[in-house]
DNA sequence: TCAAAAGTGTTCCTGTTACACCCATGA
DNA sequence: TCATGGGTGTAACAGGAACACTTTTGA
């Protein structure tokens, strides 16, 4: 066989990262702008080549690092995308990962390889490379659909934070307005958060109390 | 590079079938018994290395026509399994896929490179090969979940059915048992069996009414 | 004093649960 | 006539949805 010839399997496997956060009372998520064609100029989640001795979760960290400077981010296992066409490049399976993290403090650099990174609202999306248009909107489904029976939403804010703030989460992910008697009522049914006894001040209203969770993990609840 | 270095990647990909059905009143799922080393005669679920230029899901097909004379299933992706120690003999990411099918008039039949095709109650299975208990573990559970949402478990169905036998169906695959005239309201409300005027005469009591779906087709409803 | 957001209870309605007896059949 | 599983209604309760006004602050 001539050196040139392919491996025998001509097939990859790709792993890419939807990481949404909510940022303006907007949910929005991260993508990166191609550079190469044939791709020159459209924007992407951020993904790559799975190399051979790490897990797919792993090799979405390492990706989603090196491509957006994001760490430290508890990802999630979304979906598997097959579909024989959807690189054009050949034939490449991804393993699609997500993930909900706050984006005050964070400092966001991509590589030379790509000309842009920045945060989207997943209302006004830009045209998207290869079939992350479909990833996309799996994605924001399935953000949703666990944003109703787990405390994801939380993952989003910081230490402390006003019943409002997390309010405004949850608004933004469901996409519709939600009673603020209502929701502060099945809030404190969970007895998850405890009053710091500080409060937000600065502004020209009431202030707000603060809160912080009791224990910071994931938990599997019933809100809505 | 000498020419007898190995393929840039030595990933392969394969997919798993976990193929349930309920079978005298309790959950079972379809296994294959292995011949080969260093599996031999331990049980796995069909599976098999995806081909060049089919989805996931055909290979899936074509593997569980191939391995156990099933076919004419309505697959559901699962979860792709990537541990790098899954499988001994090399490194290989498994896309799951699981499906909920009749058993009745089922001729299972297996190919010489594997012992023996059978169901095994899930509460009974056999150890299983690679990270197989894993994989049952999630399709389990996932079943359940999606059982409260969808109408999946008609598909087990035969096309006329008493209310009985369809309560029997959730029992076994909840794993409890169910209040009969609850199950029924909720059954009724939906509004989607029609009675067919036909009776499930020949048992030493009262005859069943039997009934059948409207349409028969995928619909997400809210059960329990 | 005004504008702005924080904070707070009650009523109604719906859906869920628990529960026991009669009916129709074949043996 | 008996054993077996089929078939039916109601009451209590819990959770969800709708809804409006007072409070506190900074400008």
């Known amino acids: 066989m001539p050196k040139t010839s392919p491996s025998p399997s001509t097939l990859r496997v790709a792993v890419d990262a939807a990481i949404f956060t909510v940022h303006d009372g907007e949910l929005q998520v991260l993508l990166i702008q191609m550079r190469k064609k044939p791709f020159e100029d459209q924007w992407a989640f951020p993904g790559g080549i799975l190399e051979d001795q790490e897990t797919t979760e792993q090799a979405a960290k390492r990706i989603l690092l ?9 990802l999630e296992q979304l979906m598997t995308f097959d579909d024989p066409a959807r690189d054009v490049l050949g034939r490449v ?19 030379e390889r790509y000309k842009d990174v920045r945060w989207w609202p997943v209302k006004k999306l830009p045209p998207l490379a290869y079939d992350h248009e479909h990833i996309a909107k799996v994605a924001i489904q399935r953000l949703r659909s666990k944003l109703e ?11 402390e934070f006003s019943l409002t703030e997390l309010q405004t989460i949850y608004e933004a992910i469901l996409d519709r307005s939600l009673d603020k008697r209502n929701f502060r009522k099945k809030i404190q049914a969970l007895a998850l958060l405890k009053d710091t006894g500080r409060r937000r001040t600065g502004a020209t209203n009431r202030p707000a109390l603060l809160y912080e969770f009791k224990q910071r993990k994931p938990v599997i609840i019933n809100l809505f």
Chains 1, 2 share one sequence.
Request: glycine share 2%; proline share 5%; hydrophobic share 40%.
């Open 149 to 159: 029976y787990t405390n994801i939403a939380w993952s989003v804010l910081p230490k």
């Open 93 to 111: 399976i991804s393993v699609a990962y997500y993930a909900l993290i706050p984006s005050h403090d964070l400092q966001l650099h991509t590589t």
């Open 66 to 74: 090196a491509q957006t400077g994001v760490q430290n981010v508890y």
